[in-house]
C-alpha cells in the first residue's frame, strides 16, 4: 500500500538522541550510507508502523510520559554487525521499560515486528555489501569508545515511501529522582 501522505502513513516512534551524539551519528551516516537511500537522520527506532488512525492518541500518550519522565539514560554499547550494515549498539532499560508501556497501550495494534522489544541502535550504514560493512567494523573498532548519554525525550515520524514527515517531538521534563 503506497502512504503518500501523512493521513492513512504508518507512525514511526524514535528515542531523541542528545545534540552531539545526533551530529556525529549523522555525520557517520552520511560518509558511508548509500547515498541514494539516506534520506533521514541517525536515529533508534521504538516502533516501526503504528496505525496512522491512532496518530492523536499516539501524540496525546507520548505528550503525558515526556512530561512525566526524566531524561533517560542510556549506553553507547559497541559496534552492531547488520549483516549488510553496520550500526552502534544502544543499551538502555528506561528507554525499554517506556517502550514496554507504550506496547502495551497500543497491543493489539502492533504489527509483527513491534510486538517484539527491538536491539536498540542507530544505523550508519545498511544495503551495502558484506565486505564493504566488514570493512567500516574493522575500521571504527579501534578508536570506538562506550560512552554514557542521556535520550532527550520521543519523536513520532509519518512513514511516506522512504522519507519520514515529523508528526511531534516531545522532550522528556520529568523531575530526577532523589536518592
Known amino acids: ?8 502513513a504508518p507512525l514511526i516512534v524514535t528515542a531523541t538522541l542528545p545534540a552531539d551524539l545526533q551530529a556525529w551519528a549523522d555525520r557517520l551516516r552520511t560518509q558511508h550510507f548509500p547515498p541514494e537511500r539516506n534520506f533521514l537522520r541517525a536515529h533508534v527506532t521504538l516502533f516501526h508502523a503504528l496505525p496512522g488512525m491512532v496518530l492523536d492518541e499516539v501524540r496525546d500518550v507520548m505528550a503525558q510520559m515526556c512530561r512525566t519522565t526524566p531524561p ?6 559497541g559496534i552492531m554487525d547488520l549483516g549488510g550494515g553496520t550500526a552502534f549498539r544502544i543499551e538502555s532499560d528506561g528507554i525499554l521499560a517506556l517502550r514496554r508501556e507504550l506496547a502495551e497501550r497500543f497491543h493489539g495494534l502492533l504489527t509483527g515486528q513491534d510486538s517484539h522489544a527491538p536491539r536498540l541502535h542507530v544505523t550508519i550504514q545498511n544495503k551495502v555489501v558484506r565486505a564493504q560493512a566488514m570493512a567500516l567494523q ?5 578508536d570506538f569508545a562506550e560512552a554514557e548519554f542521556t535520550f532527550a525525550g520521543l519523536a513520532l515520524h509519518h512513514y511516506l515511501n522512504g522519507p519520514w514527515q515529523g508528526a511531534g517531538a516531545w522532550s522528556f521534563r ?6
Open 1 to 8: 500500500m503506497q502512504h503518500d501522505t501523512p493521513g492513512s
Open 72 to 77: 533517560v539514560r542510556a549506553r553507547l554499547a
Open 138 to 142: 574493522n575500521a571504527l573498532r579501534p
Open 174 to 179: 520529568g523531575a530526577a529522582r532523589r536518592r
